[in-house]
Nanobody, 114 residues
Framework: VQLVESGGGLVQPGGSLRLSCAASGFTFSSYAVSWYRQAPGKGREFVAHITSTGGSTNYADSVKGRFTISRDNAKNTVYLQMNSLKPEDTARYYC????????WGQGTQVTVSS
């Protein structure tokens, strides 16, 4: 199982980014995927979750209405569209899948600052 996140960067408050998580090594379309984030000095926290078909999603209260999780099973990729970014969204963002065990990517850094 391999997960590779990309799309992070430096953005001003109010800006947008789209993160991608490219998956390989398992039957991607059969598994739900989640995004988590970890800010400096803090624990890893749940951000968003999408079911295997994409038919159901859920979000942390802190990002609800601003972030959208989606997936393209033909491309083995999950996305996180992040709008109206705030400085408190600054963190390293990770995707996660549970395939017998939990797997994590290396993460992608998002910094929201003016």
């Amino acid at each position: 199982v391999q997960l590779v996140e990309s799309g992070g960067g430096l953005v001003q408050p109010g800006g947008s980014l789209r993160l991608s998580c490219a998956a390989s090594g398992f039957t991607f379309s059969s598994y739900a995927v989640s995004w988590y984030r970890q800010a400096p000095g803090k624990g890893r926290e749940f951000v968003a979750h999408i079911t295997s078909t994409g038919g159901s999603t859920n979000y942390a209260d802190s990002v609800k209405g601003r972030f959208t999780i989606s997936r393209d099973n033909a491309k083995n990729t999950v996305y996180l569209q992040m709008n109206s970014l705030k400085p408190e969204d600054t963190a390293r963002y990770y995707c996660n899948v549970f395939v017998s065990n939990g797997y994590w990517g290396q993460g992608t850094q998002v910094t929201v600052s003016s």
